[in-house]
């Protein structure tokens, strides 16, 4: 049995390595070819591995160790500004979601209990893939990557409830059964409390001296709340998730990050290789008209809703769209909830294959839409909004700290996070005339109560440029990374102002050849410039020099 299962994972990964390649070559989703893979060598492909539950164990782990990631990378500091935005918008998107979705069962002649499956599946968004490209995309930390992490933690506690409450569906109006739920998960979080103020403290200061001490004791205390999650029943995901929270206010959390990357990364390719494995092609056309309207609801209309509440509180059309664009699929948890159902009878074996081919092509649709999310971003930017939104508490008008007077001859700023920061900081000691653009709000209030000059919106937005009057500016300072974004600032700079000097930023030479081919006099690439610091500074110690800052 075990050389059985050692085979069938090796054929697994040796067939994902070769589609990877055919993946990149061909400019796709790498998580496309592992799906793939696993459609070939299941049971509706090649028939090689006839039974993926043996290793399904195993591709769970995937998702434990990724949820692990992202609770080591969140600082809830961050969530203070965003946190009520999260839940409310979490919230009325769940109930919006849960009803369309249980109306659809009503609408096939399905019974009420099948309704919350469908409401469920319309409402849960997938914590793993939306994690896993805001890590890819190194947009954890940004306004719509803070916002998204909220609406998926109030998700998250969605699924947690609903697990236990569908088992046990003749408790459901039991005081004692809901007590019993708040009562363990408080239980939960207060064993991660006290481990964070009492235990890791000492123990993390002691394992960071040994590389391999560090390592083991992440991955312990991982496997810890696992088991603190199952005996507690609740889903092993969240043991995973609330590890990582765990140990995320220690300045070891990013060197933990790195060591277990590989070890995650390994298991999310047995994962989404199970994924393709439960395809069931048969299922999918003996119910299709079912399952083009769940899959339509799932991956265009609950962007939509999320998309155009985010625009109306004020978020701006980008951010909004990201948020929309990186939410439209079915959750992980789905998994977990329909497999549970299955085997209690609760549904029949054609619905489960159903629920499941959903969670599937839904979440295989998720990376190419975040590759047109600025496409469908211009759609929005061409909506005009009023000043005064309707959900958002005070208008993001109300936090700008726009110029009072005509400007000339000043300095425009795209984008005030990290490196702009910085030269809006120097800037000010200089004491310069300059106006930053940014689409961070909470950037925006912290800069306007410093007294900078501070412009909410889209670098893309042309009424933006004009506010900022770049027709009349000396100098343009882009510090965003999107290359597509600053080709069009650098275009539009030119073509009003020919005489305009932009200064910008790329992420590789290829960035910035097309910022050059756009106008730009100067493109800079942080990473070549920290290199020739750090080669001067070798030279410099090479011929005898002592080290210093």
């Known amino acids: 049995m075990a050389l059985a299962l050692l085979f069938d994972i090796g054929i697994l990964i040796i067939v994902s390595a070769a589609l990877a390649y055919i993946a990149r070559a061909l400019k796709q989703p790498i998580i496309i070819a592992y799906v793939v893979a696993g459609l070939i060598i299941g049971p509706m492909g090649l028939g090689i591995i006839t039974n993926p539950e043996e290793i399904s164990l195993m591709s769970e782990l995937g998702i434990i160790f990724l949820l692990f990631s992202v609770g080591l990378e969140i600082d809830f500091r961050k969530f203070k500004s965003v946190g009520f935005i999260s839940f409310v918008g979490g919230a009325l998107q ?26 469920l599946l319309l409402a849960l968004s997938s914590t793993m893939i939306a994690t896993k490209l805001l890590v890819d995309k190194d947009e954890i930390n940004t306004l719509h990557g803070r916002i998204m992490l909220g609406i998926l933690l109030f998700q998250d506690i969605i699924a947690v409830v609903a697990i236990p409450v569908l088992k046990n569906m003749y408790s459901v109006f039991s005081f004692e059964f809901f007590g019993s739920i708040i009562f363990r998960g408080l239980g939960l979080f207060a064993i991660a409390i006290l481990l964070n103020k009492f235990f890791f403290p000492k123990i993390l200061d002691y394992a960071a001296e040994r590389h391999e001490m560090l390592f083991i004791t992440a991955i312990a205390n991982c496997f810890f709340f696992i088991g603190a999650s199952y005996v507690l029943g609740f889903s092993v995901t969240i043991g995973g998730f609330i590890a990582g929270l765990s140990m995320a206010n220690f300045p070891y959390n990013v060197e933990i990050a ?37 899959l339509l609801l799932t991956v265009f209309l609950k962007p939509i809703i999320l998309g155009v509440m985010y625009l109306l509180s004020g978020y701006g059309g980008r951010t909004s769209t990201y948020i929309g664009l990186g939410l439209g699929q079915a959750s992980e948890f789905m998994f977990i909830i329909a497999a549970e159902e299955f085997m209690l009878g609760h549904i029949s074996h054609d619905f489960y294959s159903l629920l499941i081919s959903i969670v599937v092509v839904s979440m295989i649709t998720t990376p190419y839409l975040a590759t047109i999310r600025n496409s469908v971003y211009n759609l929005f930017a061409k909506i005009k909004l009023p000043k005064r939104h309707i959900f958002h508490p005070r208008s993001i008008h109300e936090i700008e700290n726009p110029p009072v007077e005509e400007v000339s001859e000043h300095i425009v700023i795209f984008g005030a996070h990290r490196m702009g920061e910085k030269i809006v900081q120097h800037l000010k000691d200089m004491d310069e005339s300059f106006i930053v653009v940014e689409r961070d709000p909470e950037i925006v209030k912290e800069l306007g109560k410093r007294g900078i000059y501070c412009v909410y919106g889209d670098a893309e937005n042309e009424d933006i440029l004009k506010k900022v009057s770049v027709s009349k500016a000396k100098l343009i300072i882009i510090t965003i990374p999107y290359a ?23 992420h590789s030479e290829i960035d910035a050849e097309r910022l050059y081919r756009a106008g730009a006099d100067i493109v800079i690439i942080p990473e070549f410039v920290s290199a020739e610091r750090m080669i001067k500074k070798l030279n410099y110690f090479l011929k005898g020099n002592k080290l210093c800052a």
């Not at 995650?264 to 395809?279: K, V």
């Not at 597509?484 to 790329?506: C, E, G, H, Q, W």
Request: aromatic share 16%.
């Open 94 to 119: 769940v109930t919006l979601m849960f009803i369309l979705g249980f109306l659809t069962a009503l609408f096939f002649g399905l019974g009420m209990l099948m309704g919350i499956y469908l409401g």
């Open 258 to 294: 790195g060591e277990i990357h590989s070890l995650r990364d390994f298991f999310l390719i047995i994962f989404f290789s199970t994924l393709g494995m439960q395809l069931n092609f048969f299922v999918i056309e003996a119910m299709f008209p079912m399952f083009v309207t769940l």
């Open 484 to 506: 597509d974004i600053s080709s069009f600032v650098i275009r539009k700079a030119k073509r009003t102002n020919p005489k305009i000097k932009i200064l910008a930023r790329a």
